[in-house]
């Protein structure tokens, strides 16, 4: 009973991110489009970059939101199911990018036992890893995820000829990676050699 009651809180409290980020920015987009609408006739110009602004602030939101609900269904209470969720995100972003991905996971990792708030967070994680990657320019991605003692193993290798070493630097040590690393208490280590390189991010498993 004290596990069901934690889960349920649990799901609440994401629920209720979900609720402040659709208010945020559904207040957000009034704005843009009080903005835009003024700007109509003294300044088109001006007011498609609000427009644009709105459209990409709102699919944003429509994911976020998928994402979310997503999680807190109970349906979805399975490492494999995540895994599942993963897996068709990586091959959405294959077919968008033309970058070859390859995903793979340890059989043994059925046994590891991650809550639904990790479970949450790491696919989170995972999702701004891969975009991260490939928006510097890397390829030939190979998805590994494998259990290691009282961790959750994911290694990301991928190839490094046509990265932008900057822009790959720069999300390493973004604030918003290490925020979201913080909020699962994950371990990173990056490898960069001189034609690909490797991540890995551990994962703490919970009873």
């Known amino acids: 009973m004290k596990r069901k009651k934690a889960t349920q809180q649990i799901r609440s409290n994401i629920a209720g991110k979900l609720h402040s980020d659709i208010n945020q920015a559904l207040n957000t987009i009034h704005i843009l489009s009080g903005m835009a609408t003024r700007k109509a006739e003294t300044d088109p110009k001006k007011s498609m970059e609000y427009v644009e602004q709105i ?55 059925r046994s590891t036992d991650l809550s639904m ?25 190979r998805i590994l995820f494998t259990p290691d003692k009282n961790w959750l193993l994911l290694i990301i290798e991928f190839n490094t000829r046509q990265c932008d070493l900057e822009q790959l630097d720069h999300f390493f040590n973004s604030r918003e990676l290490k925020e979201k690393l913080d909020a699962i208490n994950a371990v990173t280590a990056v490898f960069v050699h001189k034609s690909h390189a490797v991540l890995e991010c551990r994962l703490p498993a919970s009873g």
């Open 117 to 141: 708030k990790l479970r949450h967070e790491a696919y989170l994680l995972f999702k701004d890893s891969l975009t991260g990657l490939m928006k510097a320019g890397g390829s030939d991605i």
């Open 55 to 109: 459209h990409t602030r709102s699919e944003t939101m429509m994911v976020a939101m998928d994402d979310m609900l997503w999680s807190i269904s109970p349906e979805n209470d399975s490492l494999e199911k995540t895994l599942q969720r993963i897996r068709e995100f990586a091959d959405d972003q294959m077919n968008r990018y033309g970058v070859k991905i390859e995903m793979d996971a340890d059989p043994k990792i």
